[in-house]
């Protein structure tokens, strides 16, 4: 499957440079509203944020979604809060490796955690940036989002030179397409088209070790395998996650 976006419009004056900047560094054509109208996937860059097209379908981060589960004892009840431990460490220090669209690095800097989220898929990080930057100038949300640093890259080199610099280490890596699709949420289902499976997992996990974090927590399907086939400390179940805990000290 190409997993490409094929085209990038901007949808206002407004809009025109960044989406001519995201053209040049996804290496695909600009082109104008009227041909991303009924174009397949097309990221769209419009004054209210950015959005992936596919399928009839549309894709925008937005982390002032999450503001209600962030505040309180909704933000506690959080499977990532409770997996994470946050209040253990003051200013836990958090690397997001595979960061997709922010959401659960969203919650742990709601806990007061200082998150940097690497993102590998070009497509991907410019819709993270853009909703990042949009909860930055939200006021529901802009007390979390500004502990939140987005790096556009591959986290395995970074990991493999970070000794001792993070508390946490934070691994949701693609899982491959399931037969079912219908079975897949929409956003998940977009994401699938920008952000191929890990073709590396033991490589992905030794990295993560080798930064010598207190803690790296994986994300999975609540049935899914370990990854690299490696057994966790102690795991957290949801209805619809899994996270896996390492301890390391």
């Given at each position: ?17 960044r ?8 290496g ?31 894709l ?26 946050a ?9 997001d ?6 959401e ?41 989002a500004?502990?939140m640093?987005?790096?556009y890259?591959d ?8 000794a ?25 289902q977009?994401i ?8 590396d ?10 930064a ?30 899994r ?7």
């Amino acid at each position: 499957m190409n997993r490409s976006v094929l085209a990038v419009c901007a949808a206002d004056i407004q809009s025109e440079a960044r989406a001519r900047a995201a053209a040049e560094m996804l290496g695909v054509p600009l082109i104008g509203i009227s041909a991303a109208a009924d174009g397949e996937r097309v990221l769209r860059f419009a004054a209210n944020g950015v959005t992936f097209g596919c399928g009839g379908m549309e894709l925008k981060g937005d982390l002032a979604n999450l503001a209600r589960r962030a505040r309180g004892a909704n933000l506690r009840e959080e499977l990532i809060v409770r997996a994470a431990k946050a209040k253990e460490t003051p200013r836990p220090r958090v690397l997001d490796a595979t960061a997709g669209l922010g959401e659960d690095s969203f919650l742990l800097a709601a806990c007061g955690c200082e998150v940097t989220l690497y993102e590998r898929s070009g497509a991907v990080f410019l819709l993270l940036e853009d909703s990042l930057r949009r909860a930055k100038e939200g006021p529901s949300v802009s007390v979390a989002a500004v502990r939140m640093t987005a790096i556009y890259g591959d986290s395995i080199p970074a990991m493999k030179n970070a000794a001792g610099a993070y508390d946490l280490i934070l691994l949701d890596p693609m899982f491959p397409e399931r037969e079912k699709s219908a079975l897949v949420k929409k956003k998940l289902q977009l994401i699938q088209q920008l952000e191929p499976p890990c073709a590396d997992e033991e490589e992905l996990l030794c990295a993560a070790f080798a930064a010598r974090p207190r803690r790296i927590i994986v994300k999975r399907p609540p049935k899914g395998p370990y990854l690299a086939g490696r057994k966790p400390d102690h795991s957290l179940t949801g209805k619809a996650v899994r996270f896996d805990v390492f301890t390391l000290f």
